[in-house]
């Protein structure tokens, strides 16, 4: 309860907020269907690029599951030009850092770099998009292969691995990203040249670039070094998932695995106007230590922990909560402490002080996290493929249009028991 010495909450002002926080972007498509977008931002001399190919789990079929993931990995084995990590220990010894990640949508590959490096960091992705050259392939494959048992071994993995299958009977996002193992085990190299030469093409690219650079310079240094490369045109996913009509449910068993309870819920995709008053449903049960479940569950003892994990995604998918019930705490008790928030906050709403302190928590950390370079580009980046151009700016809008029934409509049509997964897990 709010002590009387505090000062009423009050709604902040998200028109405000947009009209002053509207990003400087530079955006062009080259001819050969590369999206370019360049964000300017003098405030420290660094640049950041982020280099998206629009290929992940999502685009893989039963037999090649994990190719998009071993794909990133050889990405890294240089080209004619450039040896094995060449590409990332030139980008070290610059002072700057490099990574990649797969997901399921998109692979991305970004560094942080003195911005007088932009041309040469954009010259050896042009490099790395054109002229890749996948060596050491089997002893890769082994590396591959431990990360996978890695993931075996460890219980949340493998709950969330059953979650997604258990979940999900025809979309592909039911495939580990990282791939089954027996699937990796049978790719092929040629497997990979076919899936680099198919996806890593220009027209299913997006590199965003973000920091201290002068936009039309760095545009015209893209046009340069990518304007040759020759587009290719690939079949999209057709997949749709359909319709739950009832709840599943499986128990898993390990040895001295903890005991979890699971429940997995359809959501639609980070496009849809749902999303946003979702996000805060699920926010207001889960963060922090006022949340509803936090109270309902670890305040009263009858957990140690809970969380809920959702993800970004192109097509609809599901939004997971994750209960680690305490000692001799039956997992019916914990089903129904849950069920009964969800449907109190379906028939009920939230409270205007709960509606007010989500929507401002919610939006804070969504500006905080482009407080950096790294994080403009970051952002736009991934809001723009999931959602749209200035997809930063249709967020911040549906957060400003939000209402209390919105919430409490999405909680009432997607939080619902036919509507989900059921998971236990405890030690065999």
């Known amino acids: ?21 509207r990003l400087d972007i530079t955006r062009e498509t080259l001819e050969n269907g590369l999206k ?26 039963y037999g090649k599951t994990g190719v998009s993931h071993f794909l990133e990995h050889m990405m890294f084995k240089g080209t004619d030009k450039l040896g094995p990590e060449e590409i990332s220990a ?56 431990e990360e996978r048992r890695l993931l075996e071994n460890n219980p949340y993995g493998v709950l969330l691995e059953e979650m997604d299958a258990l979940a999900i009977k025809a979309h592909p996002y039911r495939h580990p990203i990282i791939g089954w193992m027996s699937d990796i085990e049978h790719l092929q190299l040629h497997d990979l040249l076919n899936h680099y030469s198919t996806y890593y093409v220009p027209n299913n690219a997006y590199l965003v670039i973000s920091g201290d650079v002068e936009p039309q310079q760095a545009i015209s240094w893209v046009r340069e070094l990518f304007g040759h490369i020759p587009k290719r045109v690939h079949q999209d996913v057709i997949t749709r998932e359909p319709e739950q009509r009832g709840e599943r449910r499986a128990h898993l068993t390990g040895k001295d695995w903890p005991r979890v309870w699971a429940a997995a819920y359809h959501i639609p995709e980070l496009s849809h106007p749902d999303s946003v008053p979702l996000a805060l449903a699920l926010s207001i049960l889960s963060d922090g230590r006022a949340s509803r479940l936090h109270t309902k569950l670890v305040e009263s003892g009858l957990a140690t922990d809970v969380t809920i ?12 909560i994750m209960v680690t019930p305490s000692i001799d705490v039956p997992f019916e008790t914990i089903d129904g402490v849950v069920s009964e928030e969800l449907l109190k906050l379906a028939a009920e709403g939230p409270s205007e002080e709960e509606f007010i302190r989500i929507v401002n928590k919610q939006t804070t950390y969504f500006i905080m996290g482009q407080e950096t370079v790294m994080g403009k580009a970051q952002t736009i980046g991934e809001l723009d493929i999931m959602i749209g151009e200035d997809g930063y700016l249709t967020v911040l809008k549906r957060f400003s249009e939000i209402k209390p029934e919105n919430i409490k409509q999405v909680v009432g049509k997607y939080l619902i028991k036919t509507n989900r997964s059921v998971i236990t897990m405890e030690a065999a």
Request: charged fraction near 25%; proline fraction near 3%; hydrophobic fraction near 45%.
């Open 309 to 320: 994990i959702t993800e970004k995604t192109l097509d609809p998918f599901i939004a997971t």
């Open 1 to 21: 309860m709010r002590s009387s010495s505090l000062p009423a909450i009050e709604l902040l002002d998200i028109d405000e907020i947009i009209e002053k926080y």
């Open 90 to 145: 030139i980008i070290t010894s610059w002072g700057g850092v490099d990574n990649a990640a797969t997901g399921k949508d998109f692979t991305v590959y970004w560094a942080l770099i003195p911005s007088g490096k932009l041309y040469e960091l954009l010259s050896m992705e042009a490099d790395r998009m054109e002229n890749a050259k996948f060596r050491d392939f089997d002893s890769e494959k082994m590396v591959i292969m």
């Open 36 to 61: 370019v977008a360049v964000i300017e931002d003098h405030s420290v001399p660094l640049a950041s690029i982020n280099l998206y190919y629009l290929v992940g789990s999502r685009n893989e079929s």
